[in-house]
């Protein structure tokens, strides 16, 4: 089973998966309203603006299990994404990343080690994942990696469709 096969959301509520995005390189990003890190928006929506066109895409699931941080309802959420910082990337359900509901898609990108080999739980809002086109979790990224962190964009633009 890859990502690509795990059951989610969208923020809409309706069913699907991350294979309508298969082929691409992604960039999985829990993501959150209220959080000192949310001005991150704005370079993922850079780099999502950015390489779209080469084959990638940014992909945000709203969490509120940091400091009750994302309170928010779907279209809260929503309109808050679209109007403070003019996201267009994918946007799924809000999910737990960590504890004993965490989301299926959380149990295979929690198992990947960051650079310091460190894997398990999600620290804060904006840990980041780079997916490859075929679906492998290739790189983890801390919450303080700002978007347009150097070692983030050349894992991004190395993993991009050939």
Partial sequence: MSIYDTPVRTLAGAPGSLADLAGRALLVVNVASKCG???????????????????FAVVGFPCNQFGGQEPGTAEEIQEFCSTTYGVTFPMYEKVEVNG???????????????????????????????????????????????????????????????
């Fill in 37 to 55: 890190l949310t001005p991150q928006y704005t370079g993922l929506e850079r780099l999502h603006e950015q390489y779209a066109d080469r084959g």
């Fill in 100 to 162: 004993p509901n965490r989301h299926p898609i959380y149990d295979e990108l929690t198992a990947v080690p960051d650079a310091e080999g460190e894997a398990g739980d999600i620290q804060w809002n904006f840990e980041k994942f780079v997916i490859s086109p075929d679906g492998k979790i290739v790189a983890r990224f801390r919450p303080g990696t700002e978007p347009d962190d150097p070692k983030l964009v050349e894992t991004i633009e190395q993993n991009l469709p050939r």
